[in-house]
């Protein structure tokens, strides 16, 4: 029985109903077939940020990368044990197998290797270069960089081209390399490896000079040394010191006069080293 109050709502006033007895379920309750087969089944972001927990990245930076979609590639040594998949999808430890190197006690191990020519060889460079074409149309791009600094300090004082002539005062002089500033005996530098043409006094105005072949009609020439150490005939290396600066032949002060030959004609040094 129920009574309505004042504002709408129904009261009960009769005795309150039983409680349900309860029931104890004795039955098991049925395995779900496929909730193994679902725990199997991983997410791509659980296999990531698991992936990165076991490779060493951190299961933190995992996380990250999963969560904006960029693809995690780690690089493990071989010697550890490493991830892979399985046919199922499902993941496994797994380790490479490693060859066993075995030699006699008396063995000789030889570890000379052949010469690699790579970008970063300069020398490489400049012989693929003129090796390629014929020097006098290799262009001021191709060249930029491919001879290495004559002096350790490049200290420009007089630039290649038309000067007045700190000589004589008069207009018009052509100047056939770059001066660069260089107290007397400083150490100078072979600009490449090549062969050494000439290598004494210089009756035009170069005083002490050296010239050194390149090869393909590529020359370089140093002059005004107080003095040099190499011969005609010899090889030199790129970056050797081939000789002392000076102010010998036609020259107001200590520095080097450097030129860049192409096929016995003066060329901008600039447009090469």
Same mark, same amino acid.
């Given at each position: 029985?129920?009574?309505?109050?004042?504002?709408?709502?129904?009261?009960?006033?009769?005795?309150?109903?039983?409680?349900?007895?309860?029931?104890?379920?004795?039955?098991?309750?049925?395995?779900?077939?496929?909730?193994?087969?679902?725990?199997?089944?991983?997410?791509? @972001?659980?296999?990531?940020?698991? #992936? /990165? +927990?076991?490779? %060493?990245?951190?299961?933190? =930076?995992?996380?990250?990368?999963?969560? &904006?979609?960029?693809?995690?590639?780690?690089?493990?040594?071989?010697?550890?044990?490493?991830?892979?998949?399985?046919?199922?999808?499902?993941?496994?430890?797994?380790?490479?197998?490693?060859?066993?190197?075995?030699?006699?006690?008396?063995?000789?191990?030889?570890?000379?290797?052949?010469?690699?020519?790579?970008?970063?060889?300069?020398?490489?460079?400049?012989?693929?270069?003129?090796?390629?074409?014929?020097?006098?149309?290799?262009?001021?791009?191709?060249?930029?960089?491919?001879?290495?600094?004559?002096?350790?300090?490049?200290?420009?004082?007089?630039?290649?081209?038309?000067?007045?002539?700190?000589?004589?005062?008069?207009?018009?002089? @052509?100047?056939?390399?770059?001066? #660069? /500033? +260089?107290?007397? %005996?400083?150490?100078?530098? =072979?600009?490449?490896?090549?062969?050494? &043409?000439?290598?004494?006094?210089?009756?035009?105005?170069?005083?002490?000079?050296?010239?050194?072949?390149?090869?393909?009609?590529?020359?370089?020439?140093?002059?005004?040394?107080?003095?040099?150490?190499?011969?005609?005939?010899?090889?030199?290396?790129?970056?050797?010191?081939?000789?002392?600066?000076?102010?010998?032949?036609?020259?107001?002060?200590?520095?080097?006069?450097?030129?860049?030959?192409?096929?016995?004609?003066?060329?901008?040094?600039?447009?090469?080293?």
């Amino acid at each position: 029985m129920t009574t309505q109050t004042a504002r709408g709502r129904r009261r009960a006033t009769g005795p309150a109903p039983e409680p349900r007895p309860a029931v104890e379920h004795m039955a098991e309750r049925p395995r779900d077939a496929h909730r193994d087969e679902r725990r199997r089944r991983r997410s791509p @972001f659980r296999q990531v940020t698991e #992936f /990165a +927990a076991a490779s %060493g990245v951190g299961q933190k =930076a995992g996380i990250a990368l999963a969560a &904006t979609g960029l693809v995690l590639t780690v690089t493990v040594p071989a010697t550890s044990p490493v991830l892979a998949s399985n046919a199922d999808g499902t993941g496994a430890l797994s380790a490479a197998v490693q060859p066993d190197v075995t030699a006699a006690a008396a063995a000789k191990v030889d570890f000379s290797r052949t010469a690699v020519t790579t970008k970063g060889d300069p020398d490489g460079k400049l012989k693929q270069l003129l090796s390629a074409q014929s020097v006098g149309s290799i262009t001021r791009a191709a060249s930029a960089g491919t001879l290495g600094a004559p002096l350790d300090q490049m200290i420009t004082a007089s630039p290649f081209g038309y000067r007045v002539s700190p000589i004589t005062g008069g207009a018009g002089e @052509f100047h056939r390399g770059q001066d #660069f /500033a +260089a107290q007397c %005996g400083t150490a100078v530098h =072979a600009a490449a490896s090549g062969t050494v &043409t000439f290598s004494g006094w210089h009756p035009y105005g170069g005083g002490n000079r050296v010239v050194i072949d390149h090869g393909n009609g590529l020359e370089t020439t140093y002059n005004h040394l107080s003095s040099a150490s190499v011969r005609v005939g010899q090889k030199v290396s790129r970056g050797d010191v081939i000789a002392m600066s000076g102010t010998t032949g036609a020259s107001t002060g200590c520095h080097l006069h450097f030129e860049v030959m192409v096929n016995g004609d003066v060329v901008d040094p600039l447009g090469w080293l």
